[in-house]
């Protein structure tokens, strides 16, 4: 086959979302964020919703994430994202309202909105990225940051004594009322990129039929705050973040085949 | 009715699209008289209870990048919580309303009325350079017109509005005109007036996104001058204020919201016995009518500042004058209100009767 051939539309196999714009990315090589801003991109486009979706950012690495997926964006506050996305799906009920929060973001200073906005029931899809580091500021210690795990500020490791245990907020949003779907998935292979893509799309779909709040967290990598080669990193997620954040749904009132 | 109740008559009136908040004294007749109204049965309009201050505020935010009229409303203390959101706001250029029924600080204070946040109000209050369009009412009146007035500057410049009230006028009932019933603009009402809002990219145009933020420091102060020239349109255009018996007054009262109802009894007692007092009251704070204030220091001999406070507004009263008259604040604080009295002693003191006039 000749490269012309190769090239021929009908020989097609895989193109980037077209809502993904050619802006270059600023997240670090073998970055999580880079493979769920893809599959966000994809299931909008699939969904036929680009007219009528407006996405909330959050503060973190994630900040600029409406550089790079052409849909309306809300920045938000520091951990309000759910509070800004309540309003915005309450005014405009027939559009995919979903926020995107990195584990300080949504488990930390935005404990509060995170659990009210769950609890209330929102038809929200909050997209949580966990990698239990601060990437943004350049590698401190997360809500999620695991026991023993070293970052700028433990840098002798996480300890309880000095620095409390590890928040498991998904866990927390499977035992509220207002949550119709809860889960945790994972990028690091392809079989649960297809995995993670079919949750964050039941999600928004839960947000469109009005099922109440979903919560899909992310298990990512942070190789550069964590250190790490992507590899490397992928690895040590594997061998120790399933442990503590074991994956696969924690709730799921939405009986599958209902919401396709 | 109480001037709480006629703020949530009057947004259900003048197409007000989503209101947030959170319980605190002496305001949460505001959100009880909604909740009791059920407006989204009626006019569509979205009422809810938020988790905290700082959730309301950033209810605001969100419905208020989308082109909605959103609004907030709140006591002292749960301003002081929200003054991040309506930095945002003001950063990312949000339309959108915050009532402040003030009461005593600082701290938690006490539930009893004060105009101690004038400096919060009229400074910004929140980090960065900015400002917002602050409206105070002196009568339960005044506390429904503002609404919807509040709203259409909002939108027109797309900078978060503030009415300052205080307990005495949330709490006091008087007689009303509501506002005409006005409609809820529909959605394609929004997408011609707001083409900026973010409430869906329609195919065509370029995603728009509401943010305050940008790393580049040349772009970032390019933003930061538009915000001031826009502020300095508003300086220039929206001062508003109300004067009585000032075209004769040797001294001059000057007093917003609430003090202006005692300032106004004030200047009649002072009348009765022959001393010549006229009364200013700002109804914009922020733009302060500082024109106003410098044509009258021209023709009087000394201006008293009388607030419910330590003494806020007297600073904005003394960069008017430029120190050419003698200007003195009185005021009470902790909760208490000024008898007229007090105020006429204190003008007697700190002005008529003083040899030293200093501003």
Same mark, same amino acid.
């Given at each position: 086959m000749t490269e012309e051939e190769i090239m021929r539309p009908e020989n097609l196999v895989y193109k980037k979302p077209a809502l993904l714009n050619d802006t270059p990315m600023h997240y670090c090589p073998g970055c999580s964020h880079g493979v769920v801003h893809k599959l966000v991109a994809e299931i909008i486009e699939e969904m036929g919703m680009e007219e009528k979706t407006v996405a909330v950012s959050p503060v973190g690495c994630a900040v600029f994430?409406?550089?790079?997926?052409?849909?309306?964006?809300?920045?938000a506050a520091h951990g309000r994202a759910p509070a800004v996305a309540t309003a915005l799906k309450r005014l405009w009920p027939d559009h995919l309202v979903f926020t995107y929060q990195g584990d300080g973001d949504l488990a930390c200073i935005g404990t509060a909105e995170s659990i009210h906005a769950l609890n209330r029931g929102e038809h929200i899809a909050v997209i949580?990225?966990?990698?239990?580091?601060?990437?943004?500021?350049?590698?401190? #210690?997360?809500?999620?940051?695991? #026991?023993? #795990?070293?970052?700028?500020?433990?840098?002798?490791?996480?300890?309880?004594?000095?620095?409390?245990?590890?928040?498991?907020?998904t866990e927390i949003a499977a035992t509220l009322e207002g949550t119709c779907y809860v889960t945790r998935q994972s990028v690091h292979s392809v079989a649960a990129i297809r995995k993670a893509k079919k949750a964050i799309r039941k999600a928004f779909e839960n947000s469109l039929q009005g099922k109440g709040a979903s919560l899909v967290e992310i298990v990512s990598t942070c190789n550069a705050g964590w250190k790490l080669s992507p590899e490397k990193a992928n690895q040590w997620m594997e061998e120790n973040m399933f442990n503590f954040y074991p994956l696969g749904d924690l709730k799921d009132i939405t009986p599958m085949g209902e919401t396709h | 009715m109480k001037g709480n109740e006629a703020i949530a008559h009057a947004a259900i009136r003048c197409g007000c699209d989503g209101y947030f908040g959170y319980p605190i004294t002496p305001q949460s007749e505001v959100l009880e008289t909604l909740a009791l109204e059920k407006p989204w049965e009626t006019t569509g309009m979205v009422v809810l209870q938020a988790e905290s201050e700082v959730a309301s505020i950033n209810m605001v935010y969100g419905g208020g990048a989308s082109g909605k009229r959103c609004m907030t409303s709140s006591s002292s203390p749960g301003v002081a919580l929200m003054q991040e959101g309506i930095a945002y706001m003001a950063g990312a250029e949000i339309p959108g309303l915050i009532v402040n029924v003030q009461r005593g600080g600082p701290g938690l204070g006490t539930i009893q009325p004060s105009q101690s946040d004038y400096f919060q109000a009229t400074r910004g209050g929140g980090n960065g350079d900015y400002n917002v369009i602050v409206l105070a009412p002196d009568s339960v009146q005044e506390m429904a017109d503002f609404v919807d007035l509040a709203f259409d500057l909002a939108f027109r410049y797309r900078n978060p509005v503030m009415i300052?009230?205080?307990?005495?006028?949330?709490?006091?009932?008087?007689?009303? %005109?509501?506002?005409?019933?006005?409609? @809820?603009r529909t959605e394609a009402q929004i997408l011609e007036e707001c083409p900026w809002a973010a409430s869906g990219r329609k195919a065509? @145009?370029?995603?728009? %996104?509401?943010?305050?933020l940008e790393l580049d420091s040349a772009v970032m102060e390019q933003k930061n001058l538009h915000l001031q020239a826009k502020y300095a349109a508003i300086r220039e255009k929206e001062v508003r204020f109300e004067t009585m018996q000032c075209d004769d007054a040797e001294y001059l009262i000057v007093a917003f919201g609430s003090a202006a109802r005692i300032g106004l009894k004030v200047i009649e007692m002072c009348r009765e016995e022959g001393i010549r007092a006229g009364l200013l009251r700002p109804?914009?704070?922020w733009p302060f009518p500082s024109q106003e204030v410098a044509r009258l220091a021209r023709r009087v001999k000394g201006i008293l500042s009388f607030e419910i406070n330590a003494g806020q507004m007297v600073e904005d009263i003394r960069l008017a004058t430029g120190g050419k008259t003698p200007v003195a604040h009185y005021g009470r604080m902790g909760g208490v209100v000024p008898a007229p009295d007090e105020v006429i002693r204190?003008?007697?003191?700190?002005?008529?009767?003083?040899?030293?006039?200093?501003?």
């Open positions: 994430a409406y550089n790079y997926i052409d849909v309306d964006w809300v920045e949580f990225i966990n990698n239990a580091i601060y990437g943004m500021t350049g590698g401190q #210690m997360a809500p999620t940051t695991l #026991m023993g #795990m070293k970052t700028a500020t433990c840098p002798y490791g996480r300890v309880a004594d000095l620095h409390g245990y590890p928040l498991k907020l | 300052l009230s205080d307990g005495i006028i949330g709490q006091m009932m008087e007689k009303l %005109v509501l506002p005409p019933f006005k409609p @809820r065509g @145009r370029k995603p728009n %996104v509401l943010t305050s109804i914009t704070l204190a003008l007697k003191e700190e002005l008529i009767n003083s040899h030293c006039h200093e501003s």
